[in-house]
């Protein structure tokens, strides 16, 4: 299973501010998927990121407000942008298994809440 | 459209007694079926998987079994510890979907000593 770590753990931001999260893998990967998870809630995908080309976007998400970057076959960042408290959830990033059943690793997620 | 319905929680267990989390899904063809965990402050491990009908997946005392008859995978642990207190998250995908999980809402468990 790929490794995956993400950066930062947490943050508090301030509204209107914005946030760029990293996330790193340890083997390369072709997609690279961006989750949202409100708090008590379940898993929301944001976008899904291939390399060398535009991140593709999930319905209620635009790239102005998540921009996303995929430089190269092993990184991402998702920045949120114009924050607000409504932003305040955990970001996780993940990559798709090459196992038979195609599960998805995850990293240990950003914690973010705005104020 | 594809979909997870897991029991609601809170589900609170004493140590030692038997646990078992409801899962059922809707989704054409034969899916593959997942079980996440999500420990306190933690991102999600997969916890164990099954592709095809009638497949056990098991991991760390649990187990479930893809039941197409029933389109359920439930969650079972004949002896659950406190150190299992966690959200548990029931996910399929699709054969024929390039990436997407489908998650169920996530049932939180509390084992209490």
């Known amino acids: 299973s790929a490794v995956i770590s993400q950066k930062p753990s947490r943050d508090i931001c301030q509204r209107g501010t914005s946030l760029t999260i990293q996330c790193q893998v340890d083997?390369?990967?072709?997609?690279m998927f961006w989750y949202r998870q409100q708090p008590g809630q379940s898993l929301t995908l944001i976008a899904t990121?291939?390399?060398?080309?535009?991140?593709?976007?999930e319905s209620g998400f635009v790239i102005d407000k998540f921009p996303i970057s995929r430089p190269n076959l092993t990184f991402s960042t998702l920045t949120v942008s114009n924050m607000s408290p409504e932003d305040s959830s955990i970001y996780l990033c993940?990559?798709?298994?090459?196992?038979?059943?195609?599960?998805?690793?995850f990293g240990p997620g950003t914690r973010l809440t705005v104020t | 459209g594809d979909s997870v319905t897991q029991m609601e929680g809170p589900v609170t267990l004493s140590e030692e007694a038997f646990l078992t989390i409801n899962c059922t899904y809707t989704?054409?063809?034969?899916?593959?079926l997942f079980w996440y965990v999500q420990y306190p402050g933690e991102g999600l491990q997969l916890l164990l998987k099954?592709?095809?009908a009638d497949d056990k997946g098991s991991n760390k005392g649990f187990e479930a079994t893809y039941r197409k008859e029933t389109t359920s995978f439930h969650l079972e642990k004949g002896s659950v510890q406190v150190s299992d207190s966690a959200v548990y998250f029931c996910?399929?995908?699709?054969?024929?979907?390039?990436?997407?999980?489908?998650w169920g809402a996530g049932t939180k468990l509390i084992i209490k000593p």
């Open positions: 993940s990559v798709e298994s090459l196992a038979e059943g195609g599960e998805q690793y």
């Open positions: 083997s390369q990967v072709t997609m």
């Open positions: 990121a291939n390399q060398g080309s535009e991140a593709t976007y």
């Open positions: 989704a054409t063809g034969y899916p593959s």
């Open positions: 099954a592709t095809k």
């Open positions: 996910a399929l995908k699709r054969r024929d979907s390039n990436y997407q999980l489908i």
